[in-house]
């Protein structure tokens, strides 16, 4: 069965290549699937909030500040398997200030959806 992270029911509509398959196994071993989703409810509660720091710094023109923001959401990514998104924040942490960043980043995070369970992550 797979759940949405945000409605807990419904078929998925990101592709699964969003997750790390071998990280997503290890988490869902060791918090459940409910626990990956309430996990991933709190990342993205919090997303709004460092997606705008992230652009006070594009605005200020604070490439160090833009920075900081893409490392937290970096670390994030990585310790919740979110494999695309990592990709993603990896390049924009080499041109912080690129003008398209805000979007770029968005974009990759309106694909985070659904938690799959390991039936479909294998």
């Given at each position: 069965m797979t759940a949405h992270a945000l409605t807990d029911s419904?078929?998925?509509?990101?592709p699964l290549e969003v997750w790390d398959v071998q990280r997503l196994a290890s988490l869902l071993a060791d918090v459940g699937e409910a626990g990956l989703r309430d996990i991933l409810r709190l990342f993205m509660?919090?997303?709004?909030?460092?997606?705008?720091q992230f652009e006070a710094?594009?605005?200020?023109?604070?490439?160090?500040?833009?920075?900081?923001?893409?490392?937290?959401?970096?670390?994030?990514?990585?310790?919740?398997?979110?494999?695309?998104?990592?990709?993603?924040?990896?390049?924009?942490r080499s041109a912080p200030l690129a003008p398209d960043g805000p979007l770029l980043l968005a974009a990759e995070a309106a694909r985070i959806r659904f938690v799959p369970s390991l039936k479909h992550a294998s």
């Open positions: 419904g078929p998925p509509s990101a509660a919090d997303l709004p909030h460092l997606q705008s710094g594009l605005v200020a023109e604070d490439a160090e500040a833009a920075d900081a923001v893409l490392a937290v959401v970096l670390d994030t990514a990585e310790t919740l398997g979110l494999a695309a998104l990592a990709t993603r924040v990896r390049g924009l």
